[in-house]
């Protein structure tokens, strides 16, 4: 498949007389896509059934004509003032029951009736008109699903939405209160409508209610994009696609994903680094300008299961960000290499953000391809650069990994709720582990909890995962590679109790975790052949292999045949040196990378990133600060 690139455009915010200009500049920057509309509803509606579509009829002719395929968003991340006075209660509320107001975006609440309603007929409108538009060669549902903590809302109309989802789970009171085990603290219901929203009780609530609230608001987002994608899906084969955030995880991706054709992410990685990365400032300054080398592959990895294989990148930052807490300038060189590592990940297309800097509003000092005079931005050049080359590897189709990741967006939500200690955080967990593997030159598939075939891999690993789910157990009991499972893993019930057996209760392995331990960031445990476990430890009893312990002499990895299980967070050093150790039981080639550099194999190519700010050398060569190397594999 040809990859392509594309950009993000807004035609209501540039004369009509630019339009022709802008679209001819970009089909000769050698862009093929352009997305529009997403938040454009004030200027397709001014006011209650007064549509004025003629402006976006001529918008995506133009596009349309110079050559560009357009990707039409539906608008609903940004309701009209007018929608506010029309329904007054369709706005969220915080934890703290404060309204989240007109004057920016997202602001609506998933559960409102009344919203829901009125982005069908927006929806349907858009769909009926240009469903059939030659022009229009994807859609995209609303905008960034969650951005901006608004997937939790603790409205009134969640409330009773969230009750009715209750009765439908448990049926009865007397179910629910022995799922969550209301006998402690008095907290029984004899009614579904005695039950509020899991906020501003005196101390923590049940954590069985805060993770039934945290599974009800995904449900919500799912049942809102599904009903857009069912209606656009109606009028148009078309691809329907939904754009994530980095490192959201209040809604459960790969359920959205299973209604839509293609998943995309918006990526921003110098933003990402200073705003939810928990890196110190070592790290921070050595990536301040390239970011984070594995955040970005982690998501592209991520999005291509959710997309079951098809996957893109809606947005991709071009130089300095508005909302991080700071905003530095990519180096030359960094905006073409997060397009090729997308590309070598199985992106089918990269869209920059945004065509031109806006000189208005919240987003004015967010660079573009363009400067707002018009002038090329510094990455426009790097924009042609990709185009020019992708002609050189007409095919660079992802190929299967050895290696798979376990990720579980409930994990995220029970240890959210559940932490145990400040520093635990699941995504975290996770992300170590995923780095871990980058940085001994592995490729990594990340896949759903409920996986049922793991025949394709030979090293799987899990965790944190709140419950392994039936499908997995069953295929991890066939599996003939090595599963390395923890810590934390098959820990809880799914309604966050503890199980009996007591974890981790894994087929094979005789082991009890008899308590655990959670400790301070300056205190972190050795590990008796290197390195130290920090934030969370398992004492376990276990009739087992002890494969590493404590410097007390604690087991910390135990194992039975093919399955493994690990009862610590480990540090970087235990962390390599056990992965390594791993690896070469079964064959698999590690390379350990200097600081910054990342490999990703294709069916045809080896690809390596420098995301260093000094050369580094590799493969007999010397590769400069953001460079891309490829080579064909043999």
Known sequence: MKRTLGVCYYPEHWPEGQWTEDAALMVKTGLSWVRIGEFAWSRLEPAPDNLQLDWLDRAIDVLGSAGLKVILGTPTATPPRWMADKHPDMFALDEEGRMRGFGSRRHYCFSHEGYLSESRRITEILAKRYGANPHIAAWQTDNEYGCHDTTLSYSDAAKHAFRDWLAQKYQSPDALNRAWGNVFWSMEYDSFDQIDLPNLTVTEPNPSHALAFRRFSSDQVVRFNREQAAIIRAHTDAPIIHNYMGRITDFDHFDVGADLDIASWDSYPLGFLEDRMEDGPQHKRAYAQQGDPDFQAFHHDLYRTVGRGRWWIMEQQPGPVNWAPVNPAPLPGMCRLWAWEAFAHGAETVCYFRWRQAPFAQEQMHAGLLRPDSAPAPALAEAAQVAQEIAQIPDVSTAKAKVALIFDYASAWAWDVQPQGRSFDYFRLVFEVYRGLRKLGLDIDILPPDTRDLSDYKLVLASGLLTLPEPLQKALQSFKGVALIGPRSNSKTAELTIPTPLPPNL??????????????????????????????????????????????????????????????????????????????????????????????????????????????????KTLEPTEVYWTELS
């Open 507 to 620: 087929p094979g392995l005789e082991a009890t975790v008899t308590h655990v331990e959670t400790f301070r960031e300056d205190m972190p445990r050795a590990v008796a052949k290197g390195g130290t476990i920090r934030h969370w430890f398992e004492h376990i009893e276990t009739t087992a292999q002890i494969l590493e312990q404590t410097a007390e002499g604690e087991p910390l990895l135990i194992g039975a045949g093919p399955l493994r299980y690990v009862a610590g967070w480990l540090e970087e050093t235990a962390l390599a040196r056990i992965l390594q150790i791993t690896c070469a039981e079964l064959g698999l080639e590690t390379i350990p990378l200097p600081d910054g550099l990342r490999l990703r194999r294709t069916a045809t190519h080896r690809f390596a990133f420098n995301y260093s700010a000094a050369p580094v050398a590799f493969d007999g």
